[in-house]
């Protein structure tokens, strides 16, 4: 697969997981009994589907901006490698496999399984960053 398909691909999928997550927590909170639009109750914690729900949510708000500024930088000066289009493809994976795991595991220990996929994410962005570096002293 060409890199720039491959980078086109994967931030297509980071954005459909974005709206999957929205979705979902916004299905699974207005489920509950006495919901309040836009609130989540403070008292909740990871044994509560509503609060993993909005969490994994909440984290991709805090993580996937950063993320896609950073491919979007790539694709503005003209990042070709195969290699971007690997490490976008890795940071969607690795949302995907957090979201999961933040849905199936209800767990206060830190790190927690899905810690794996936050710091795999976290390094694709990294990975990025240094690409653009290099594309931009290269120039």
Known sequence: MQAQTLVFTGVWIIIATWVVQWAVAAAVKAKQPGAIPGKVPKDLSHDSLVFRCHRTFMNSI????????????????????????????????????????????????????????????????????????MQLWAA
């Open 62 to 133: 805090e993580n996937v901006p950063m993320f896609l500024a950073t491919v979007f930088l790539g694709v503005f000066l003209g990042l070709e490698s195969d290699w971007f289009g690997y490490w976008v493809m890795l940071f969607a994976i690795a949302r995907i496999l957090h979201m999961v795991l933040y849905y199936a595991i209800a767990t206060e220990k830190n790190p927690s399984p899905r810690s794996w996929f936050f710091t795999l994410g976290a390094i694709a962005n990294i990975a990025i960053l240094v690409q653009c570096a």
